[in-house]
């Protein structure tokens, strides 16, 4: 122990007075040390440890110092690591007897160890990347003192802190690197305890230095031993001599000198190092011969002692010859580790000149800039120091809280966006004031009444009686005022107030603008001609496809021609019955007016126009066409064919058509062959298709929809309109079936007319309206005019102009414009123009027919007033 | 001066008279008169005047014209009407006032009286009961002449001698007739019969030198016959046709010229070549008989019932489906077609004639019972309103500037007597 104690000492002095090499280290292994002895329950390792006899500190010191050999290994200079194995092995072979037990021990370990040192490896692989940034610190000092060496061995110095620290800690951890510990502590204890067995002297004392400090003072002496070549080159590289662990005192100098004497050189007590006794030819072969480490034994030149090679350095030195890494555990091919950085720096180390854009100032940035400083003129942006002021100025400034905010801007409120304020309330007026003028007070009456309204005081015309003080000291508080703020306040808060989009739609607004009746000339405006000639009412007109004679037929039982133009009637043609329905053939090559009276149909040549054709007509009709057709008796019981004879044919009457009931209409098909005639009481005979040319008639319906008003031929197509009551139906009548039905929504449909185009048919009803439809667009009505006033009786469009007429009960005849445009895309534009009224009541009723001029934009009306008249 | 006496609060402007007629002239100094002043007013003026610088002794009435319009109103207002400077001297034409026409006899038909020609002393007319009837001016009936089987709707005289006279009547049965009447005899023959429309006539019009008249009708067709005696310029071809008539007496068109669209309403020669017409399709075309085209189209917005062309002021006036007298000037090219409208009448204008001697006047019968004299010059109003009929105005003619002629529905012609004055 006492030796131990001695050891510290000496230890202390030496770290005190020569290394600074440890001058770094103290501290960490101080702080190590305190550790280990703060912690001494835990120094397992360490008591047992001291039971080799050894200090605890030193053990530490050496446990830093054995790693290094190892670490050394790892990372280290490749010269110093031979000159290491050179040196460490001298001091191992100083005790060749224990040396077994040692190696004996070591084989042992080695196979644990090699378990261990992986791990050990593995950990000083993961400590390797911290040991640069902590070398850092020492290289900086270190380079002040031009040692490159030294920063060498700092580093395995420190990173030997770093794993003595690790390894302490680890000793705590595991067992098993606990045991690989002391193996590897135990070896060299056991080196340093044969030591002091052996020499007992401060030679044993400077080996033990040279155990501790193995690397640096051997790389000293190693390298004195080596080439004096490299001696000199090296001599003032390594000179570290002021820091070195010396046993041999001599210094760094050829150590041939003393090849005369028997001392080698001296120790720190300035004794003599004796020469070691060099056996003669015959002991040194029978050495060889004996010894089986002889041909690992090398002579340490500064001690003159043999040093037998360990296993590890020998390892090291084949695989040095072998041009290997020297350590075993270097991963050649382990990923990168960039010790120094690939980016370019600073202050590259380059070569090459700069480039001449470097010297240029950069555009875009020029560029960039111009646009902050104009920003900043123009005071967009503001730099750093005027944002700093204005800040600064508003703080200084001082803050005013707007008392009254609220009062006149909406409050900026959370989740309200659109606040809207309260309702003011009315300012107290003279009846509210202390002091109202007398006329303000009630009078007994106004109090009477005020009482009255007692139980329903919301209707009094003030919630309160004037009262007159004489001054304001005499006005008493007011009673309801509490509870008037409250119920103020629930009428604010529980009737939420919202704002209220009110749309102002001008009535104008909502009417189609029309074009003026004025651009939409020419129409019928006045009335130019009256036709005044029949004795009662004028049911039907029709007029000359050429447009010089109009037909018209009533209640006085005659036929009677008209010229348009002087309204002469021209001929008169007793019917023998009230004439319903006239209309004019239109086909221009037969001069024939349809005619239904009673229940007959008259077929009329009025002998007007051309000769030609009315001589034509005649002889056509006179002759029978004969049929071997059998007509049903269906056909047979609803009509028959007459061919006119006697007075008949001198009247002009060419064929009658003996109906089985009241015929109302009789319409021609555009061809001028075909007619068709309706009986409403019928029944499922109502309609009659009846063809001129062979005389014979069809019963196109088996059944009756309704009760039929009237029908009508489409202008171009095989169609037929048969209007019912309500509904207008839509037949083809080559495909014989349905095609479409209008609904027109009316109770009573009168009458109904056609567009030339055939698109777009009027209809008239009795319950006052007039409903156009669109074929193309919906089976209901396009747009429904109510001009009228009563039931409207006829309807008419005009074959040229965009005209359409009505009449009706109220006398009315109104023009209207009726454009249909050939662009399917856009409807028919639809404007009443006049209301023309000339005719007189008879017995309620107005108008009973329209019809336009074929070509003129005339229009004309019957009346039940037994005229005709020609509106231009 | 009767100016002088006006008290000068009223603005005054200067005015001098003229004259064409020299009989009336005044001494042409300007004279100033208050702006207010009215036509009787200057009507005295001018005879204070003429009674001193002439010996007319009595009160003669004059019309005044100012800017070639008839005064009617104050000067003021006719002034700013015409947008006349008052700063000049205004210069104030006076005519002597066209006397008013007195109805002179009423000559009762049995049905419409439809047509009515005057040649001389003769008045021919064309009734709805398909008869045409001769009666002197003096309102004696002459002569009845059945023929046609329809309507007559125009009538027009052809030649006329002490003793015999040719004229044609066009009616609605297709056919126009050019008859020969013996006057000693009395006796009528028809001559030809023309035929060719194919539907009813309408108008017919003689030309100047009575060989050829014009037709028009219900067909749209303008057809242009020869007037002459058949036995006269008879050649190879229309013997052939007479062979093959029945009478001998058809007379085919010398030429059809088609171009209307609808009804021709009214025809009329004015050149020897040159045919005007009138139609119902709103036209008036203008043809050239030779060479059998259209030389001119005037379009108009109505229907054209009647029309007349003067050969004095060269220009047609029209009567159309609507109140309006329409005076056409058809040499124009450019400008407005119609010069001046007349509007006085009520009711559709039927027919209209021009005076064969005065290039400003003229007449029309309307649907609203009225025949009214018109001067051109005054489009306001109408110099007289010949009242009379009881029903529609059908027919008129001026063609003997003393009678004026009307033909209505209420079976009557009337006959005005219209005092010419010579200028």
Known sequence: ???????????????????????????????????????????????????????????????????????????????????????????????????????????????????????????????????????????????????????????????????????????????????????????????????????????????????KNNTESNINNENNDKTIADQEVDEYEYDSSDEEDIRNTVGNIPMKWYDEYDHIGYNWDGKKIIKPQKGDQLDNFLKRMEDPDFWRTIKDPQTGQDVVLSEADIDLITRIQKRKIPDITFDEY?????????????????????????????????????????ALKMGWIKSTAELKKEREQKTNEPQFYMLWQSDDQAEEMRRIHKHIPAPKRHLPGHAESYNPPPEYLFDNKELKEWNKLQTTPWKRKLHFIPQKYNSLREVPAYPKYVKERFQRCLDLYLCPRALKMRLTIEPEALVPQLPSPKDLQPFPTTMSMVFKGHADMVRSITAEPMGQYIASGGDDMNLKIWEIATGRCIKTIPCGGIIRSVAWCPNQSLSLIAVAAEKKVLLINPDVGDHLITNKTNQLLEIIPQSDVIVSERVKTAVQWEQAEGDYWTNGIRIILNHFKIVKQVTWHGKGDYFATVMPDGQNRSVLINQLSKRRSQLPFTRSKGLI??????????????????????????????????????QWISSMAIHPGGDNILVGTYDRKMLWFDLDLSTKPYQTLRLHGTGVRGVAFHKRYPLFASGADDRGLIVSHGMVYNDLLQNA???????????????????????????????????????????? | MASATINNSTPQVQIKFLTKQEQYAVPDFPLSVHTSIVPNELNTLVNELLKESTDVKNNIEFDFLVCSQFLRTSLSEHILEKNISTEEVIIVEYVEKYPPPEPQDCLIHDDWVSAVAVCEKWILTGCYDNTLHIWTSKGKHHLVIPGHTSPIKAVAWISLTSDMATFVSASQDQTAIIWDWNIIKNSVDCIHVCRGHERGLEAVNVNYDKTVMATGGWDTMLKIWSTANQDENEDGESASKRLKSEHGKTRIPKRTMKGHKEAISGVVWSDKTEIITSSWDHTIKIWDSELGGIKHELAGNKSFFDLDYSTLSRTVITASADRHIRLYDPRSTEGTLVKTIFTSHTQWVQSVRWSPVDENLFISGAYDNEMKLWDTRSPKAPLFDLSGHEDKVLCCNWSNPKFMVSGGADNTVRIFKSKHIVR
């Open chain 1, 709 to 746: 008003q009237c029908v009508l031929f489409h202008p171009i197509r095989p169609y037929l309109f048969v209007a019912t009551q309500r509904n207008v139906r839509i037949y083809d009548l080559i495909k014989q079936e349905m095609i479409k039905k209008l609904l027109s929504n009316s």
């Open chain 1, 829 to 872: 534009l639809i404007v009443p123009l006049k209301r023309l009224c000339n005719h007189e009541s008879y017995n309620d009723f107005g108008i009973l027919d329209v019809m336009f001029h074929p070509i003129q934009p005339w229009v004309f009306s019957a009346g039940a007033d037994s005229t005709i008249r020609m509106y231009t």
């Open chain 1, 1 to 211: 122990m006492k030796n131990q104690r001695k050891i510290v000492k000496r230890k202390l002095n030496n770290t005190l007075t020569e290394n600074n090499v440890k001058k770094e280290e103290p501290d960490s292994t101080k702080s190590i040390f305190e550790e280990e002895s703060d912690s001494g329950a835990e120094d397992l390792l360490s008591t047992e440890v001291n039971n080799n006899d050894e200090s605890s500190d030193e053990e530490v010191n050496e446990n830093e110092d054995v790693p290094v050999s190892d670490t050394e290994q790892d990372q280290i200079v490749f010269e110093s690591d031979d000159e290491e194995s050179d040196l460490s092995f001298e001091t191992d072979s100083d005790d060749l007897g224990l040396d077994y037990s040692e190696s004996d021990e070591e084989s042992i370990s080695l196979n644990e160890s090699s378990d261990e040192s992986k791990d050990e490896n593995l950990e000083k692989k993961s400590k390797n990347f911290n040991i640069p940034t902590t070398s850092k610190d020492n290289v900086s000092e270190k380079l002040k003192r031009n040692e490159s060496s030294k920063t060498n061995i700092n580093i395995k110095n420190t990173s030997d802190t770093l794993q003595t620290k690790k390894q302490s800690k680890k000793q705590k951890k595991t067992n098993k690197i606990n045991k690989s510990d002391e193996l590897n502590i135990g070896e060299v204890q056991k080196d340093k305890v044969q030591n002091k067995k052996n020499l007992k002297s401060d030679i044993e004392k400077s080996k033990r230095k040279d155990t």
């Open chain 1, 334 to 374: 382990g990923p990168w580790i960039e010790w120094f950085t690939s980016e370019v720096m600073k202050t590259p180390l380059r070569k090459f000149p700069e480039h001449k854009r470097s010297f240029l100032p950069s555009k875009p940035e020029a560029r960039k800039v111009s646009k902050l400083v104009h």
